[in-house]
């Protein structure tokens, strides 16, 4: 069971980025999904949920730029993030839970650099 | 939003000693509170959920306690490969929100 993350990379500023979380052994649209990021040295920030349903939510900080998806053919997450900021620049992780404990299960992370 | 004031933010300790750090909400959370540990490089590894609740294959020195709006994580005897920086998030409320992180040095 794992998720991986995919396409980070350099980009600038007021640009636009696509990230890709991959799950295996376990359906992604069966379950919550998140995107958590960490800019380099600092502490974790809670990004954007989607919901079994198909509901999503946002940190304010996002709002209005990124939009959570997911492919359930391919069983993948996305995070398409656009009007990117410098202080969008971090690693990103998607993130779930499985059986009884939430938000257990995290991909490895994939970076963003938001140059100037 | 609920804010996560967790301390200290860092803390240095020698092997085998006890450590407690603490995560206060701005708000009841119920026990809607999980327990990170995080090393370099690394993605966030659960080891307590439900605020109390030891994660499967988490050893027992780990611990959590609380409810409401205070809530305790405490290490009983710390081993060498306890050194990292751990992060409490509470999943009471959208958005969820982490505590700014203890990171643990060795003394």
């Known amino acids: 069971v794992q998720l991986v993350e995919s396409g980070g990379g ?13 799950a295996s052994e376990f359906t992604v649209s069966s379950n919550y999904m998140s995107w958590v990021r960490q800019p380099p040295g600092k502490g974790l920030e809670w990004v954007s949920v989607i919901h079994s349903s198909g509901t999503t939510y946002y940190a304010d900080s996002v709002k209005g730029r990124f939009i959570i998806s997911r492919d359930n053919s391919k069983n993948t997450l996305y995070l398409q993030m656009s009007s990117l900021r410098s202080e969008d620049t971090a690693m990103y992780y998607c993130a779930t839970g499985l059986a009884a404990a939430p938000y257990n299960l995290w991909g490895q992370g994939t970076l963003v650099t938001v140059s100037s | 939003d609920i804010q996560m004031t967790q301390s200290p933010s860092s803390l240095s300790a020698s092997v085998g000693d006890r450590v407690t750090i603490t995560c206060q909400a701005s708000q009841d959370i119920d026990n809607f509170l999980n327990w990170y540990q995080q090393k370099p490089g690394k993605a966030p590894k659960l080891l307590i959920y439900d605020a109390s609740s030891l994660e499967t294959g988490v050893p027992s020195r ?16 710390l081993q060498p490969e306890d050194f990292a920086t751990y992060h409490c ?9 982490f505590g700014q992180g203890t990171k643990l040095e060795i003394k």
Do not use: A, H
């Open chain 2, 89 to 97: 998030l509470q999943y009471e409320n959208l958005p969820y929100t």
């Open chain 2, 62 to 77: 780990f611990s959590g306690s609380g409810s409401g709006t205070d809530f305790t994580f405490t290490i009983s005897s």
């Open chain 1, 10 to 22: 350099l980009i600038q500023r007021g640009g636009s980025l696509r990230l890709s979380c991959t």
